[in-house]
């Protein structure tokens, strides 16, 4: 009895150990289906079946696979932005008489008395001074002649009744001339002719304004959405995505990103905002309006600098060349840029400024104006000593980061952990 007693002790303590490793196993299990669900976050699986994990609302799993070649095709958005409205022009007053009213010409102002003159209305105009033409016509006077060829009456001031001067004949529409903003102009260098191999120009900066900015910021992509600013911060642990205000510096929306990622350049085209990764080989892509996940690519290269000519995107990888690509990241075209003759390597940061390309030489304080059809250097800019020594600490590092807001043609720089954002002009040298 006591030989079975024992044996039964035994099994049914064997038993019992069973059904705890059990239960452990099974919270072990949905512990780590916890962690891989809260690792995946708003992850977007490719037709690869690879799950590329983004940092909106989320992070990243530590063990997500990359994404694969293909996604899925990004839709095709609208043209780029529209640019300024240039000046509008007013109608001159004609000479004082008692006429009757022309036919006034449609949109116009009317003379105070007498003759109308035609005022001419400035179109539209982009960043790069191209604008659209507008037009304006002559008015009639409102109480004589509506246009250069109608007749006055006799004055009122000397007979009791005027005669009445025939109608005049409507005016003809004129072509509104068009033109860049006064700081525009500032900003853009003068463009060389068609073939220009010569020395490039060079240029100081002046500040005319400075801005708080956020000196954990490791800026890598700047640029305008509207009033604001939009910026992609580098370094493991610190890469994140912000929408930022201008006048204070503070991020109005920010995502931060899994520890895995060092993001780089980014731009916004057709509606979405496209970002790179220094080393992961994956690009993302964002919602322009509400900064939310769509979609990620695998890349091929180092990623560092990122802005679009409005039609494609066009990025640096470190070396001494440019790759224009469609909205999947496939390349269309490679361009070998040029300094003096010579290949200019550590291209960065970029922005599209007057129909070329600005890019930020990296450990350097110089930025450079390039051609995008030939390559060549057509400016330099030197920045040396926009941001003083006062500001400066252990931590902060170089020149890199350039924004033009195209509204207002106003041209903006900072660097990576600067305590401030400067508004500038450019100084010819």
Known sequence: MKRFSIVAFVLLGGLALACSACRDSGKAGNQGNKDAIAGIGN??????????????????GATGGTAGADGAAA???????????????????????????????????????????????????????????????????????????GTSGTSAATAATGTTGPTGTTGTAATGTTGTSAASRKNIPAVPGPGWQGKPKEYGIKVVKEYPHDETSYTQGLFFQ?????????????????KVDLNT?????????DRKYFLEGSVELNGKIFILTWLNKVAFI????????????????????????????????????LFFMDERFQLKKTLQVRLDGKPLRALNELEW????????????????????????????????????????????????GIAFNSADGKLYLTGK?????????????
């Open 353 to 400: 400024i007057g129909g070329k390309v600005w890019a930020n030489v990296y450990l350097t304080d110089m930025i450079v104006v390039i051609d995008p059809q030939t390559g060549n250097v057509e400016a330099k800019i030197d920045c040396t000593g926009l941001l003083p020594e006062a500001l400066r600490d252990e931590y902060t590092d170089v020149l890199n």
């Open 249 to 257: 510096g503070k991020a109005l929306k920010r995502f931060d990103f």
């Open 226 to 242: 509207g009033d604001h600013l939009i910026e992609t911060t580098g370094q493991k642990g610190e890469s994140t995505l912000r």
């Open 75 to 149: 839709p095709v958005g609208t043209d780029g932005k529209a640019g300024t409205t240039g000046d509008e022009g007013t109608a001159t007053a004609g000479a004082n008489g008692a006429g009757a009213a022309g036919t006034p010409a449609a949109g116009a102002m009317a003379g105070a008395a007498g003759s109308g003159a035609a005022g001419t209305t400035g179109g539209s105009a982009d960043a790069t001074g191209t604008g659209t033409v507008g037009g304006a016509t002559a008015t009639s006077g409102a109480t004589g002649t509506s246009a250069a060829t």
């Open 286 to 321: 964002y919602d322009a309006s509400s900064l939310e996940y769509l979609q990620t690519f695998s890349y091929p290269r180092e990623g560092w600098g990122l802005t679009t000519d409005g039609t494609q995107l066009i990025a640096s990888d470190g070396s001494s060349k």
């Open 417 to 429: 952990y600067w305590k401030r954002l400067y508004e500038v002009e450019l100084v010819e040298r």
């Open 43 to 60: 992850a977007v699986t490719n037709p690869s079946g690879a799950a590329e994990a983004p940092a909106a609302g989320g992070t990243a």
